[in-house]
């Protein structure tokens, strides 16, 4: 290990008296993200998508592999074509595959095979998991911890476009072994969520759902 191979960390020290009013600005930031299915066709600029994706690759990941691929749709042709596709899945998921609890959790949702943000907002983006990695020696070798890696890069990803003032939404139509082939991706990277971004539409709606109270979810045990 050289000498260089560690650098001081960067760090701003947030006096400790203005800690909290940044605690909630964050969480009322937060607390106003919601999951719409309804987008606007208005187009978004792509520095605002590469600035997303960008704040997704900052996630802590395993070994630092970084083991994620983002594919950033806006081709009119080719969003028809994955709509054409995740609909044809969701269909079979929807009316054959799904298992009644299943269904019983997704009926407040509203959700069904009609996919039709994939074609509404200006853009999708893929994210693509990378199961293994090139060595340098030219073989194959395993990533480590690419659901969680990937899991946290989308969460941070769906932060940075909601703090643009944009919404996306996590649609996982299955099987999705139509993306890798619909936008070329090699067999060691399987898709992973797909998210439309754009903004929402101007009567946009979402299902009066509501958040579990700390009390819920979290236990705290202190001396
Ligand atoms: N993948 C389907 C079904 C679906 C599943 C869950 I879990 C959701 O929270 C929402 C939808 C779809 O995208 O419609």
């Known amino acids: 290990m050289d ?3 560690f650098i001081p960390l960067e760090w701003n020290e947030v006096p400790e008296e203005q800690m909290i009013a940044k605690a909630k600005e964050a969480y ?3 607390r106003k993200r919601r999951t719409t299915r309804h987008f606007s066709s208005k187009m978004v600029h792509r520095s605002l998508i590469e600035l997303a994706i960008l704040s997704g690759g900052t996630a802590p990941n395993g070994a630092h592999l970084q083991p994620w691929t983002w594919v950033a749709v806006s081709n009119t042709e080719l969003k028809q074509k994955i709509r054409r596709a995740a609909e044809e899945e969701e269909r079979r998921t929807y009316e054959q595959r799904m ?5 019983e959790v997704l009926a ?3 959700t069904d095979a ?3 943000h994939l074609t509404d907002a200006p853009w999708i983006v893929v994210l693509f998991r990378q199961k293994k990695r090139l060595r340098s020696n030219g073989e194959w070798g395993p990533t480590y911890y690419s659901t969680e ?3 946290i890069a989308a969460g941070l990803f769906i932060n940075a476009v909601h703090r643009m003032g944009l919404t996306t939404l996590t649609h996982t139509p299955s099987p999705m072994k139509f993306l890798g082939t619909l936008l070329d991706r090699p ?3 399987e898709a992973m969520l797909v998210m439309p ?3 929402p539409a101007v009567d946009a709606t979402v299902p009066n759902i509501h958040r579990k109270p700390l009390d819920e979810i979290a236990y705290f045990i202190e001396d």
């Open 114 to 116: 009609v996919k039709q």
């Open 197 to 199: 971004v754009g903004y």
């Open 108 to 110: 407040p949702l509203g």
């Open 3 to 5: 000498e260089d191979d």
């Open 149 to 151: 890696s990937c899991g």
């Open 99 to 103: 298992p009644e609890a299943w269904a």
């Open 28 to 30: 009322e930031e937060n």
């Open 187 to 189: 067999a060691h990277e």
